[in-house]
């Protein structure tokens, strides 16, 4: 089995502007030693660095890719959105939506992150790889056609969707998304449409803060291919796995889509600073054996996933490592050194059934 890992190097140089992580600089926001956003390369770069001093690596086809066509771009952003990105970008940058600031080339490096995911489709489609990895950033499913937020630019997934699509390699593709916050871009590129089911799994009321509702199910043709789940708070392993067993997953093979691809955030880790969930490492092991089967069941096993949130560096790159780890069935571990201490820290069996009847309540809403 051939896992590819499509990443690059100039990903890593994305920047950002003057915050104190969510909060512009001035009036009474000091700036923070290590500066700017919570959304810095490091989380990233110490994945990778993790899956070289492992081995990991070894196991995987590590690839690059160019950036994303002018064409790819138009299919999901207008002529007018792209020109001023890009008129920024040669200026030295700027920030044209909600806390989304980029340093001069950031148009090229957004266009090269959605590049990954393009890739990343292309060559599972094609039967080049059994399934792939991208590691992009900046991020993307928060981005709308023609306005950027929460960290991202481009969308990314969208972007790699419409191509394959453009190219006849695929008609219906299911898009779940486990990052913690809500996918409210993919949400919106597709809500009027029936040819691609969106699942988004994510803390309720976390971001954005005016979406993400379990009544909001598409509209027209869309209607009932858009799937919101908001768990409480605190919810954790037991949860997540419940939420992924009794919705998620027979949602999917009923869709019988063409390729799934995974909005692969860790931010619902227990040790995030943007989020108050409690997953652990063996979460995301577990929530990818699960669709990575579902894969095999549904689709010949062709399964995408685009990095999105995940803002420990302490803790992404063992997350990320436990994900590689099942996607490409490689041996080779990176042992959680915060396994035992998360462990424990877990809900207890009273929250964990209130936890799972509310999962069950949103089951019913559907």
């Given at each position: ?23 512009p600089l001035g009036g009474h926001v000091q700036p923070l030693a290590a500066g700017g956003l919570p959304e810095n390369p490091e989380t990233k770069r110490r994945l990778k660095n993790l899956m070289d001093v492992t081995g ?207 909005a692969c955030g860790f931010d619902a880790s227990a040790i995030d600073p943007l989020a108050r969930m409690l997953a652990t490492a063996d979460t995301f092991r577990q929530m990818t054996l699960r669709i990575k089967q579902i ?72």
């Amino acid at each position: 089995m051939a896992t590819g890992f499509f990443w690059d190097e100039k990903c890593f140089w994305h920047a950002g502007g003057n915050y104190a992580y969510t909060l512009p600089l001035g009036g009474h926001v000091q700036p923070l030693a290590a500066g700017g956003l919570p959304e810095n390369p490091e989380t990233k770069r110490r994945l990778k660095n993790l899956m070289d001093v492992t081995g990991l690596s070894s196991d995987l086809d590590m690839r690059s890719a160019a950036m994303a066509s002018r064409e790819d771009l138009l299919r999901v952003h207008p002529e007018g959105y792209l020109d001023e990105f890009k008129r920024l970008s040669d200026a030295g940058g700027g920030e044209l939506g909600r806390r989304t600031p980029f340093a001069a080339g950031g148009y090229e490096i957004a266009a090269l992150s959605a590049g990954l995911a393009v890739a990343a489709v292309d060559a599972v489609m094609t039967g080049a790889l059994d399934n792939a990895y991208a590691l992009s950033r900046p991020p993307g499913h928060h981005c709308l056609p023609d306005f950027p937020n929460g960290f991202c630019l481009l969308a990314n997934i969208a972007i790699a969707i419409e191509h394959a699509q453009s190219k006849g390699m695929a008609q219906r593709v299911a898009v779940l998304d486990w990052d913690v916050h809500h996918g409210n871009g993919t949400e919106a590129i597709y809500y009027d449409r029936d040819d691609v089911l969106t699942i988004s799994l994510h803390q309720e009321g976390n971001y954005p803060l005016d979406t993400g509702a379990i009544a909001d199910r598409g509209r027209g043709a869309g209607e009932g291919f858009n799937i919101n789940l908001p768990l409480p708070a605190g919810a954790g392993h037991t949860a997540y796995l419940h939420a992924m067993d009794t919705i998620v997953l027979p949602r999917i093979a009923a869709f019988q889509p063409d390729i799934i691809i995974v909005a692969c955030g860790f931010d619902a880790s227990a040790i995030d600073p943007l989020a108050r969930m409690l997953a652990t490492a063996d979460t995301f092991r577990q929530m990818t054996l699960r669709i990575k089967q579902i894969a095999e069941e549904n689709c010949g096993g062709r399964l995408v996933l685009v990095h999105e949130g995940g803002y420990s560096e302490v803790y992404v790159p063992f997350c990320g490592h436990a994900t590689l780890e099942a996607l490409s069935g490689s041996k080779i571990t990176a042992p959680d050194p915060l396994g035992p201490a998360l462990d424990v820290r877990q809900p207890g069996p009273r929250f964990d059934a209130f936890l799972k009847g509310e999962i069950d309540y949103l089951a019913q809403q559907l």
